[in-house]
């Protein structure tokens, strides 16, 4: 990942108008976050890696899709850190910065207020999870072909804390992938088809 990042080019093809109008308005008092998009070896050597469903709780992110990941911490020394600690808090799955091979672009998400920065590491074999009932209510483990087929993308309804939106998403094994997730997502496969 050492060419210039695709960034929002990449990013608005998942984008709700939500994303759109807010991009730029980025609040000094934001709060950072970091995410892993954790690469593994799956079914016949696919290229996959998991996904969690967030428990239903009255909060911004109630039941949806996303990587591993939260806050950082006072603790964590860099985003990084915060990717690989939360990861293994929220999974199970404990990730070396030697693992680590980069970071797609920071993503503002309006309705945290959250600036997100993904991190991407690879791991050489299968991973085996140990969710956090209170952080995870399910590990999604999703195959990274599914998503560069076309046919797995559409506009769908989605109706979050009480607004209701009409959200670029990917369809992959009968779930809803969209928001901040589907767009980081996009990036990360537009720098995943320059390299192959």
Same mark, same amino acid.
């Given at each position: 990942? =050492?060419?210039?990042?695709? @960034?929002? =080019? #990449? ?17 000094? &008092?934001?709060?950072?976050? !970091?995410? $892993?998009? $954790?690469?593994?070896? !799956? ?10 469903? /967030? ?6 992110? =109630? %039941? ?5 990941? %939260?806050?950082?911490?006072?603790? &964590?020394? @860099? ?5 690989? /600690? ?5 999974? %199970? ?9 980069? /970071?797609?672009?920071? $993503? +503002? ?7 997100? =920065?993904?991190?991407?590491?690879? #791991?050489?074999?299968?991973?085996? +999870? ?15 072909? #599914? ?5 797995? /993308? ?7 804390? %009480?607004?209701? $939106? &009409? ?5 992959? &094994? ?15 496969? #537009? ?6």
């Amino acid at each position: 990942m =050492s060419q210039p990042l695709p @960034g929002w =080019s #990449a990013q608005q093809l998942m984008a709700t108008e939500m994303h759109r109008n807010s991009r730029l308005l980025i609040p000094s &008092d934001a709060r950072r976050a !970091g995410v $892993l998009i $954790l690469l593994y070896p !799956g079914i016949e050597q696919e290229l996959s890696f998991p996904l969690i469903r /967030r428990p239903t709780y009255e909060g911004a992110h =109630s %039941g949806q899709i996303a990587f591993p990941g %939260g806050k950082i911490e006072p603790e &964590d020394q @860099g985003i990084v850190h915060t990717a690989l /600690r939360e990861t293994q808090e929220e999974i %199970g799955v404990q990730v070396q910065a030697t693992q680590v091979i980069g /970071r797609l672009s920071d $993503l +503002y998400i309006p309705v945290s207020r959250f600036v997100v =920065s993904p991190v991407v590491a690879y #791991a050489t074999k299968p991973l085996y +999870y140990q969710p956090e009932p209170a952080e995870v209510a399910e590990v999604l483990d999703v195959s990274a072909q #599914a998503f560069l087929n076309p046919g797995n /993308r559409a506009v769908r309804p989605i109706t979050a804390r %009480g607004v209701s $939106l &009409d959200a670029p998403a990917y369809l992959i &094994d009968s779930e809803i992938i969209w928001g901040a997730t589907a767009m980081m997502l996009a990036e990360f496969f #537009a720098v995943l088809q320059e390299v192959v």
